[in-house]
């Protein structure tokens, strides 16, 4: 069985800077791509950043200059750095990664909990 494991976010102040990480773990054979997505209260989760196989990363647009997207594939391993934070940014932080398990040949979507991020001052 696979899992995601997420640490960090915590409270920031406005225009502070907060790093998330998202472990994969067991039987990987490979992973197609990591990312993040968020989501607010009353709000839709909506998409923060992905990074795919070959180094392409995609940012929504509300985030584009502010946050950082990186991987770690030894360690199977997906950053977020988070810098000049804004109120808005103010949610729940999920990680996503799309994996295959080893022995098998098809992908399925995987979903680690939800760290808050708060940036209030």
């Known amino acids: 069985q696979l899992q995601l494991v997420v640490s960090g976010g915590g409270l920031a102040q406005p225009g502070g800077s907060l790093i998330l990480s998202c472990a994969a773990s067991?039987?990987?054979?490979?992973?197609?791509?990591m990312g993040w997505y968020r989501q607010a209260p009353g709000k839709q989760r909506e998409l923060v950043a992905t990074?795919?196989?070959?180094?392409?990363?995609n940012y929504a647009d509300p985030v584009k200059g502010r946050f950082t997207i990186s991987r770690d594939n030894a360690k199977n391993t997906v950053y977020l750095q988070m810098n000049t934070l804004k109120p808005e940014d103010t949610a729940v932080y999920y990680c996503?990664?799309?994996?295959?398990?080893?022995?098998?040949?098809?992908?399925?979507?995987?979903w680690g909990q939800g760290t808050q991020v708060t940036v209030s001052s």
């Open positions: 067991g039987s990987i054979f490979k992973i197609n791509y």
């Open positions: 996503t990664a799309d994996m295959v398990v080893s022995g098998t040949m098809w992908s399925s979507k995987y």
């Open positions: 990074s795919i196989s070959g180094g392409i990363t």
